[in-house]
């Protein structure tokens, strides 16, 4: 299931943006992704709570959010880290979650399990990520002239409580 669908079933229509596109090449597919999925069901994507340069501290999010006029229903975050910080900030400031707010992100870590309530997540298989990387890594000492070859590794989404759509 595609976690854009999963935001739009449950009614969110202004979904907001957290993750600095330019500290990593797949923070900024994730972030086109998140345009491509708004285009495709034809919502705007706000330049007001799309925030894609940030440092992923407390302080500096919690600023970010402090500067905004209104926010959305939902947001996605580029990784755990910053949806736990980013559902830290909202409990500091009396929100219930997910009645009031959904958060969902990306890559499944401790922060995404240890969060409370627990975060709605697209998993990535890290270990096998490192396995594969390492393999193409020898691969490609034992073949330098080859051609490039990008690999994707697909994902699974991990329904829970940030959502109010967990199973």
Not at 159 to 167: P, Q, Y
Request: some cysteine; proline content about 5%.
């Amino acid at each position: 299931m595609w976690l854009w669908s999963i935001l739009i079933e449950l009614g969110h229509t202004r979904i907001g943006f957290v993750g600095d596109i330019d500290f990593s090449p797949s923070y900024e597919e994730r972030f086109e992704g998140y345009c491509k999925a708004m285009r495709h069901y034809q919502l705007p994507v706000n330049t007001h709570y799309t925030i894609t340069s940030i440092k992923e501290e407390q302080a500096a999010l919690f600023q970010a959010l402090e500067g905004l006029e209104e926010w959305p229903s939902a947001w996605f975050c580029v990784n755990s880290g910053l949806g736990f910080i980013l559902n830290s900030y909202f409990q500091s400031k009396g929100f219930a979650i997910p009645e009031q707010v959904s958060i969902v992100c990306f890559d499944n870590t401790e922060f995404a399990i240890l969060a409370q309530p627990p975060l709605t997540t697209m998993c990535t298989d890290l270990r096998f990520m490192g396995r594969k990387a390492v393999e193409t890594l020898e691969w490609r000492l034992r073949n330098p002239s080859a051609p490039i070859v990008n690999v994707a590794i697909g994902t699974e989404l991990i329904l829970r409580e940030s959502t109010g759509a967990s199973h």
